[in-house]
Each structure stands twice: as structure tokens, then as C-alpha cells.
């Protein structure tokens, strides 16, 4: 028995094949919290560039995969559908991720995906359904952000996580629980941090110092994946149905701490230009944003030639929405009162490294970006939750 002398659980994970959710079947499956968990996903474990552990993981006899299109209404009730039982709990990680797509494509891959997947757990009578939303909710460096507070999104993302949360309410006979993370990172993480992680490498292979809009007071407050997957798991046994949780570290992250781990890491210089030349910049952002992004991919393009990295999910690309005056500053306190503890305060050198050299491990990453050893410096003066530049 796991969990205190409880049975094991029986769990679906909508989109499991992704970051977030093979962590979160490798923490279910390492820690015998389950029975069964089942990812339904239309991007198979062989195609969705798992390391070693993730690919261990997912051969468990514990774990199975169904191929599905979660915006098809029968492929979500195929998804659901299991001879030897209901599932109690289901977690909702499926949905359009990228940014700076289409309205329509977001109403598709956002809206359309979560109201099919939460009318099936509703018929299913699940125990509970935990539906993943966005963090980028609200904008203000003034105070931390709590759930009940004016939402205000600033991404057509979130705009649309915004929508199905509303829609939600509306499942009167579905216990569900909504998260909105802060940026997670971790192995795997291919829109958090590690876009600024690849920008680093470049600045150090073009041997130029790496400037960044704004300042460094920008507040881009971060969690760690494997703390998402224990919140998830904390949620599912102490969360109360109904309510928005926000999951979010004590570190009170910024652009300026984020800059300063990726400057130690490639041993690079880096400095920001501030707000009034970004707020010229402004005015004509898109142009801005493509000569950055110019800038970045080319030698980006020129190392994965020179490596033979021919196939890879990453890139130095970063979306026009995600480089505005825009802060990402939670509260977590509610999380915390219901008994949750972090195990990761703040994101550390060690972590980046560890990001890094997984990708390379899996040859995803160009080591001709590394003409240089990555900084091994000790960790004590890492901890960017006491540093702020």
C-alpha cells in the first residue's frame, strides 16, 4: 500500500509525454503512488526525445501509452476508457504550448481540448481533475500576485487558459482543481529557462556580451519541475475542489538572477539596457525582436551544421510577447497553507547544468557552442535566491 496505507491510485495524464508530464510519470511510478498511470498523448514516447531515466520510466509494466488526439471527442473517450477501471485522478498537461500562434489555433489546441477532456472526466466521475493553466495571469512588480486577485493575461496563451478556466465552472459535477505555474524548468524544460540558456551559449561562442531588454528587476519568478510534480500529487490528496492554486519557489526570481546564473555558467558578460531604451524599442518591437532572433539563430543554425545536429526541438527563438515589460510575481501562500513544502527554494547553477548537459547527452544540444569548459565553480555562491544581478 502507498500513501499512508491507501491503495495506489489509478491516474490519466492528459499529454504526458511532454516536460511536465514525464516527470510527473517518473515521480508517480519512482515514489509507488500508483497502480496504473496512462499518458495519453499524439506525440508517442519514441518521438518525444526522453533521456535515459524518462525511457526507463515509460517501459514500466505500471505505465501505458495511448496514442490520442484530445481534439477529437472519441479519441478522448477512448483515452478515458479502461476495462480494468475508472481512473481517480486525472491531470490535465495537454494543450497548445507554443507562443505567438493564432487565435483559432489556441481555440482549437486550448479551448476546444480542455472543455472535451473535462466533459469526459465528468462522465467518468473521476475523483479529481487538475487542469493546468498559466501563471501569466497578472502583471505587477508592485506585490505578489494571489489567485483571487484581477486577471489581466498578457499572452494570447494564457488569454485562452483564462477562457477554459471560466468554462470550467460551468462542470457542475466535476471536482477539479486549476494550477497556474510560474516558469518551470528542469531537464527537458524547452520554454522556461532554456531559451535563455541556449542565448547564453551563443553570446559565449560569438565572444560578445549578452544585453537584455529592460532590467534586472523584471520579476520572471521560477519553480522547479520536480516540485510541480509533487504539488500536483500534494493537490490531489490535500487540494480543495474548485480553487486556483499557484505554484511558484520562494526566490523571488528575476531577469537580473536568470542573467546572472547564465553568465556564471558560460562564463560570459552580460548587462541590460534599461527601460528607456527599451521603451523606444517598443514602439517598433516587432522589427526589434526579429533582428534579436536574427542574431541568435544564425549561430545557433552554424553549430548544429558543424555538430551534425540535424534534428532537435530546441532553438534561441523568443517569442515578441515574452520579451515585454511584463512581470511574472506569485503568491504561493495558499499552496504552502494547505502543507506543502518545496524541496527546490531556487533555481541554482547546479540546475542549469544539469539542463545542459542532459540536452547534449541526448545530442540535442551543439557542443561547438562550448569552446570552453562550463563553469564549474563551486555552488556556494550560486544560489541565485541571494543574488540579484
Not at 142 to 148: F, G, L, T, V
Request: hydrophobic share 35%; net charge negative; charged share 25%.
Amino acid at each position: 500500500m502507498a500513501d499512508g496505507g491507501h491503495r495506489r491510485a489509478r491516474v490519466l495524464i492528459l499529454g504526458g509525454t511532454g516536460f511536465i508530464g514525464r516527470h510527473l510519470v517518473a515521480y508517480l511510478v519512482s515514489h509507488d503512488l500508483v497502480s496504473k498511470v496512462r499518458v495519453a498523448d499524439k506525440v508517442p514516447p519514441q518521438m518525444a526525445w526522453l533521456n535515459c531515466q524518462h525511457k526507463e520510466v515509460f517501459a514500466n509494466p505500471l505505465v501505458e501509452f495511448k496514442h490520442s488526439s484530445l481534439i477529437n471527442p472519441a479519441s478522448v473517450k477512448n483515452a478515458f476508457t479502461d476495462p480494468e477501471g475508472e481512473f481517480d485522478y486525472v491531470i490535465n498537461l495537454a494543450a497548445e504550448t507554443k507562443y505567438g500562434q493564432t487565435d483559432p489555433v489556441y481555440q482549437e489546441g486550448i479551448n476546444r481540448l480542455s472543455t472535451n477532456c473535462a466533459a469526459e472526466a465528468m462522465d467518468h466521475k473521476v475523483k479529481l481533475y487538475i487542469e493546468f493553466s498559466s501563471g501569466q495571469m497578472y502583471s505587477s512588480d508592485k506585490k505578489p500576485c494571489r489567485e483571487d486577485g484581477k486577471c489581466e493575461p498578457w499572452t494570447h496563451l494564457a488569454k485562452h487558459k483564462l477562457e477554459v478556466e471560466h468554462q470550467l465552472e460551468n462542470f457542475k459535477d466535476l471536482n477539479y482543481i486549476i494550477v497556474r505555474p510560474a516558469i518551470v524548468y528542469g531537464p527537458g524544460d524547452r520554454q522556461g529557462l532554456t531559451p535563455r540558456l541556449i542565448i547564453g551559449a551563443i553570446y559565449k561562442y560569438i565572444r560578445q556580451k549578452m544585453k537584455m531588454l529592460w532590467t534586472k528587476d523584471l520579476k520572471m519568478n521560477t519553480v522547479h519541475v520536480q516540485d510541480v510534480c509533487q504539488a500536483v500529487w500534494h493537490l490531489c490528496n490535500h487540494g480543495s475542489p474548485g480553487q486556483v492554486y499557484n505554484i511558484v519557489d520562494s526566490s523571488d526570481t528575476t531577469q537580473g538572477k536568470v542573467c546572472h546564473l547564465v553568465a556564471e555558467l558560460f562564463n560570459v558578460q552580460y548587462d541590460f539596457v534599461g527601460s528607456m531604451f527599451s521603451n523606444i524599442a517598443r514602439v517598433n518591437m516587432t522589427s526589434v525582436v526579429e533582428e534579436i532572433n536574427d542574431k541568435h539563430m544564425t549561430p545557433w543554425a552554424e553549430a548544429c551544421q558543424t555538430d551534425n545536429v540535424s534534428n532537435t526541438p530546441l532553438d534561441p527563438f523568443i517569442d515578441e510577447e515574452l520579451l515585454y515589460n511584463k512581470h511574472l510575481y506569485l503568491d504561493g501562500k495558499k499552496l504552502l497553507e494547505t502543507g506543502f513544502i518545496y524541496q527546490i527554494p531556487a533555481p541554482r547553477l547546479e540546475h542549469l547544468r544539469e539542463m545542459l548537459e542532459d540536452y547534449i547527452s541526448l545530442g540535442l544540444f551543439p557542443k561547438t557552442l562550448l569552446k570552453q569548459e562550463i563553469s564549474s565553480k563551486g555552488d556556494n555562491s550560486s544560489d541565485i535566491g541571494d543574488k540579484d544581478e
